[in-house]
């Protein structure tokens, strides 16, 4: 933003310069009307009317992203106290499974693989063994 306010002062400097070393007197007409005086006086109300146009025509999508800015920025303070509440309640499941005895850092037992409608209904078991060992050990003992 900074650099586009720099950018517009020095436009702005190039253009006073401009119409000071161009004060020739012009005539301007536009449709019925008609004005008579120096060159730089045109310049600077064309450079002025330009810029104020410019900013009229960017200012709906400044407002619209001013307000998607504002309201991302509501949705992730939300989501920070969201994240905080799982965190929470976390913390507090953790600690109730350590009161029960139960350790949470276990791994969970692997389930039995899938077996499908139409092996069921065949009878056939075309899925290949399991490659590990520890697994035909738990469906064994099962």
């Known amino acids: 933003m900074q650099l586009m306010l720099i950018f517009g002062i020095a436009v702005a400097i ?3 310069v401009f119409a000071l070393q161009n004060n020739a007197p012009v005539a301007v007409t536009l449709a019925m009307w ?3 005086g120096s060159l730089a006086i045109v310049l600077l109300l064309a450079l002025g009317l330009g810029a104020l146009i410019t900013g009229l025509l960017s200012s ?3 407002i619209r992203a001013q307000w998607t800015l504002a309201r991302l920025r509501r949705q992730v303070t939300a989501l920070e106290g969201d994240l905080e509440d799982c965190r929470r309640h976390n913390r507090e ?3 109730e499974l350590a009161r029960a005895g139960v350790d949470a850092t ?3 037992r692997p389930q039995k693989p899938y077996v499908g409608l139409r092996t069921l209904l065949s009878g056939t078991d075309t899925a290949a063994p399991p490659s590990d ?3 035909l050990r738990d469906e064994r003992s099962t």
């Open 106 to 108: 276990a791994e969970p």
């Open 14 to 16: 190039g253009a006073v």
């Open 133 to 135: 060992p520890t697994l």
């Open 93 to 95: 499941l953790a600690a």
């Open 60 to 62: 709906p999508s400044v």
């Open 34 to 36: 008609r004005y008579e």
